[in-house]
C-alpha cells in the first residue's frame, strides 16, 4: 500500500482517486471548491439539477461506459437523436446530413462535394498523424478548399481562439469530427447521449465508492505545494495542512504546476508555462420556449459575436428550454473583465436575433459560470509540446486536458488519463 494525495476531484482526479483506492492505496483527495466534479459539477436552476458546464456522450466514448457498467449504471447511459445546424445571413439551415448539405445556400456544388468527401474519410481515419504537422486551416482548405474554410470555419475558430486561430492543430480538429461524425444512427440522423440525472449521477457515485473503500474527500482544500526531500515526493501542504505521501497526483490545469512544484527543473516548469490556455464565461438560460430544435447551433453572423449556442434540452428532457452560450477567450481580450449583466445582456440579445419570437417575458433565470484555464490551445505537434507524465521528481504526477491531446476535453478522456496515472503509480 502507498500513501497517495491526488489534487483535483474533477471528472480526472475523480476517477484517478477511485482506481488508486480499488487498487489498494491510502488515497486522499484534496480539492479547492466547496463541492467535486470540476467542470462536471451541477448547480441547481429553478429545481433542476444542472451541469455548470455543458457535456454529451458518443458512441466511441468507451471508457465512460466501462466507468458506469463497473459503478453499478451501465443502464443509466440515454440516447437522444439530435441535430447541427447552421446560423447564416439570418436564417438557420440545418446540417449534418447528405440531404442538408447538399440544400445549404451557402456554397457552391464543388464546395459541397470536397467538404462532404473530406468530412467522410476523416471519420473513417484511425490516425492522424499524416496531418499532425498541420494547422486546422491548413488541413480544411487542403482538403475542402478556401471556399469552404472562409465560409463555414474561419468565424467559429476566429471567435473561439481570436489571435491564437491560425495556431489550431489540424489533427485536434479532424478528431473531434471523427468523434461526433461516429455517434450516428445512420449517416441521416445523429445520436448523442447523457447520463440519466446529468453529469452528477457520475460524480456522486464515485465519491460514494471512494468513500466506501477507505479513500478521504477533502472539500474547500486548495493544494499549496508538493513537499520534495532528496528529489522524492513527502507530501503535499493544502489547505493549511500537510498531507504525508509517496506520490502525489496533480490533475489540476498545467499553468498551476510550476507554484505547486517550485522544485521542478527550471527547464520543465518553462515547458509548462509554455503551454497555453483561454478561458472561459458560460451563461446558461432558462427559457419557456426553445430557440431552436437544434441541439447544436454553429453561427456566422458578423453582427453576432459568439460562434454557437448549445440548446441543452434538445439533448436531455427538461422541464423548460436550458440554453448554454460560451463565451472562449484569451485572458487578454477586453470582455474577459465584463460582468454578469454585460454577458447576459449581451448573450439574451443575440438569441431574440436569432429568434426574433423570444421576448423578455420568455427569460426565465440567467446564471454565469466562468473558468480561466477552460480550453488548452494546441497547435500543430502539439504532443511534442507535453512534458512528461511522470515529473523529474520521484512520485510526482501532472497531466490536464492538455493531456488528451488529439482528443479534445470530455469524461471519457479524464476517466482514461485519471486511471493511467493511478495504475502509473
Given at each position: 500500500m502507498s500513501r497517495i494525495v491526488i489534487i483535483g476531484a474533477g471528472a480526472m482526479g475523480l476517477a484517478a482517486a477511485h482506481r488508486a483506492v480499488s487498487l489498494g492505496h491510502s488515497v486522499d483527495l484534496v480539492e479547492a471548491d466547496a463541492v467535486p466534479g470540476g467542470m462536471a459539477a451541477?448547480?441547481?436552476?429553478?429545481?433542476?439539477?444542472?451541469?455548470?458546464?455543458?457535456?454529451f456522450v458518443c458512441k466511441s466514448d468507451q471508457p465512460t461506459f466501462d466507468l458506469l457498467a463497473e459503478l453499478g449504471l451501465g443502464d443509466a447511459m440515454r440516447w437522444t437523436p439530435t441535430s447541427m445546424a447552421y446560423f447564416m445571413k439570418g436564417k438557420v439551415h440545418p446540417w449534418g446530413d447528405p440531404f442538408s448539405l447538399l440544400r445549404f445556400p451557402h456554397l457552391s456544388l464543388t464546395a459541397k462535394i470536397r467538404t462532404g468527401l473530406q468530412m467522410f474519410w476523416t471519420t473513417k481515419r484511425r490516425s492522424f498523424a499524416a496531418i499532425e504537422a498541420k494547422t486546422a486551416?491548413?488541413?480544411?482548405?487542403g482538403g475542402s478548399g478556401r471556399e469552404v474554410y472562409e465560409t463555414?470555419?474561419?468565424?467559429l475558430i476566429d471567435l473561439k481562439f481570436f489571435e491564437l486561430a491560425d495556431d489550431i492543430s489540424a489533427s485536434w480538429i479532424a478528431v473531434r469530427i471523427r468523434r461526433i461524425g461516429n455517434s450516428r444512427r445512420s449517416i441521416f440522423r445523429e445520436e448523442l447521449g447523457y447520463i440519466d440525472g446529468g453529469s452528477q449521477t457520475l460524480v456522486d457515485a464515485l465519491v460514494e465508492r471512494f468513500a466506501a473503500a477507505g479513500g478521504r474527500l477533502h472539500l474547500a482544500t486548495p493544494a499549496e505545494r508538493v513537499e520534495v526531500e532528496d528529489g522524492r515526493v513527502r507530501g503535499l501542504h493544502a489547505g493549511g495542512r500537510f498531507f504525508p505521501a509517496d506520490a502525489v497526483i496533480s490533475t489540476v490545469p498545467t499553468p498551476y504546476v510550476p507554484r505547486l512544484a517550485p522544485d521542478l527543473p527550471e527547464a520543465v516548469r518553462s515547458r509548462y508555462a509554455a503551454i497555453r490556455n483561454i478561458g472561459v464565461v458560460c451563461l446558461l438560460f432558462r427559457l419557456k420556449r426553445p430557440v431552436t430544435g437544434n441541439f447544436w447551433l454553429n453561427i456566422v453572423d458578423d453582427e453576432i459575436d459568439i460562434p454557437g449556442i448549445i440548446e441543452f434540452s434538445n439533448l436531455r428532457p427538461l422541464p423548460d428550454s436550458f440554453v448554454y452560450v460560451p463565451y472562449y477567450m484569451p485572458h487578454s481580450h477586453e470582455k474577459w473583465g465584463w460582468s454578469d449583466a454585460q454577458f447576459i445582456d449581451e448573450a439574451f440579445g443575440?438569441?431574440?436575433?436569432?429568434n426574433p419570437e423570444i421576448s423578455s417575458d420568455d427569460l426565465m433565470e440567467a446564471n454565469v459560470s466562468r473558468l480561466r484555464h477552460a480550453q488548452p490551445v494546441c497547435e500543430p505537434n502539439f504532443g511534442d509540446?507535453?512534458?512528461p507524465m511522470q515529473t523529474p521528481i520521484e512520485g510526482l504526477l501532472a497531466a490536464d486536458t492538455s493531456y488528451y491531446y488529439p482528443e479534445d476535453r470530455g469524461i471519457a478522456e479524464s476517466v482514461r488519463l485519471g486511471r493511467q496515472m493511478a495504475e502509473i503509480v
Open positions: 451541477h448547480f441547481d436552476v429553478g429545481g433542476v439539477s444542472i451541469e455548470r458546464f455543458y457535456h486551416r491548413e488541413w480544411i482548405e463555414l470555419w474561419k468565424r443575440y438569441i431574440r436575433k436569432i509540446k507535453l512534458p
